[in-house]
């Protein structure tokens, strides 16, 4: 592992909002064996959710059973309780950090230059794995769609985009994809700055971003990449708002579990060529 | 024009489904416009239709309006129907043969083999023009789609295929395409054979299908390719019915009016590109 300040050594899993409770007890459970040795106490932020009562019990029972020596649960609703010291203490403590789902402008206005959210980037840098599911996976990226019909979205203006949480750049992550037709969003943004590739998750499925940029499938569904940057052209800054944008060119890929991607070459990886790739950086 | 047994005189316009009334009317104009200048007779035909009663007054009023100087409305819904002489002298007399929404498996189903298909075929090969909008397009291919879930059709055999009326061949059209989120049906029907083109129709956008196979978007929505003829891999083949499916390397446009797509060159031709290639035809 190189010492560039940049270097990021934790993992980040990105969930598509999965519906089916035995798929996401997998992939909760790929999560809490990413997490670094030394630690095995997790953080559930439940700031998405507008029912956190409803949906931390779950995720608490969930990381038990999975071996967690301790969850806390983090309702961090306002400005003022992402500031609080002692959830700094908590974030510090945990080897993983994990989103709830919900609304994540929520995420974002309640986080954004936040002490909690800077504990969470350190740890991510130290190790530490960082998760969300549907909302959470949503806000990962420096860039995040917080808004727009998925029935044609490919309207210039139609996919509303804000500052994300910063924990991935190169990327924007759409979820809850293939259920409900979010390709025009992708599109939309692909087309908008085409340096940014698109990665819609399917419900039942997650993608592990790895700390060299290989992303990894994983569940039941499917992981969608768009990759705009060979786009050939695009009217989009010549239109009025609403109107029709017109893309030529976008590589379309579908993974499903134990497929990948390297997103700085731009390879897609059949099993066997994944499987090679992270034994080999295993060995470095 | 060479006078090769297969060559194709007339127009095909593929409508994916118009629900905004005027610019069906605009799409009815230009329909009516690619007729023959020896007939202005145009036939209905609403086998398709559960409701023809209701869809064949409004074609009547449109065509009439555009200037038809007949409009002939053919409720076929039985095959002694579609064998009847008179329906036949009908389509013979027509310069534009549209077909109404619906079912697509009723439209083959009824016509699949009938002296009424046969001279639609007949009528399109000596220049008359063969329209259709939702179900209508989607059977025009010599293989349709007729059933699939969208939301995540991914999934081997979520897409059901059968022989189409065999309008046009190395295509399958999808309607309703961006509206119903329809991406993943096209996109497992070209990991089955990528050496079809998925053309996929959004609901208030139609697609002239020029008798040199020369693709000419109109009106105000979207017309997506989905181009699989560089599928680098897919596990297709090696699954289980019903597990997701995997792609690597599609191509994806989005065209809107006035662009266009060259289906045997698989070029995209931005507005200049098509108005030149359609400039040069007209010469010839």
Chains 1, 2 share one sequence.
């Not at 919900?102 to 309640?110: A, E, M, N």
């Amino acid at each position: 592992m190189t010492s560039r300040p940049s270097t990021v050594r934790g993992h980040i899993v990105a969930i598509g909002g999965a519906e089916d409770k035995t798929s996401e007890l997998a992939i909760l459970k790929r999560v809490f064996e990413l997490a670094p040795e030394d630690s095995h106490e997790v953080s559930v932020i439940a700031t998405a959710s507008s029912i956190p009562d409803q949906l931390l019990p779950s995720y608490e029972a969930a990381f038990k059973r999975l071996g967690a020596s301790q969850v806390h649960a983090l309702d961090i609703q306002d400005r003022q309780q992402a500031a609080e010291a002692e959830v700094v203490r908590l974030i510090q403590r945990s080897g993983v950090i994990f989103f709830t789902g919900g609304d994540q402008l929520r995420l974002t206005t309640v986080l954004g230059g936040s002490a909690t959210l800077r504990a969470v980037r350190e740890r991510l840098r130290a190790g530490a794995v960082v998760a969300g599911t549907s909302a959470g996976a949503a806000a990962m990226p420096s860039t995040m769609i917080y808004n727009g019909a998925a029935s044609d979205a490919l309207r210039k203006g139609a996919v509303n985009m804000t500052f994300g949480l910063g924990f991935v750049r190169g990327m924007v992550i759409d979820s809850h994809f293939l259920e409900r037709g979010r390709f025009t969003r992708l599109m939309e943004v692909g087309a908008s700055n085409p340096e940014q590739l698109g990665v819609g998750l399917g419900e039942d499925a997650a993608v592990i971003i790895h700390p060299d940029r290989i992303l990894e499938t994983i569940g039941p569904g499917h992981v969608i990449i768009i990759d705009s940057r060979d786009l050939a052209s695009s009217n989009i800054a010549e239109l009025e708002m609403g109107a029709p944008v017109a893309v030529e060119n976008m590589i379309l890929h579908a993974m499903v579990s134990g497929h990948g991607y390297d997103v700085d070459a731009r390879r897609y990886l059949v099993a066997e060529e994944l499987e090679a790739v992270l034994a080999r950086r295993r060995q470095e």
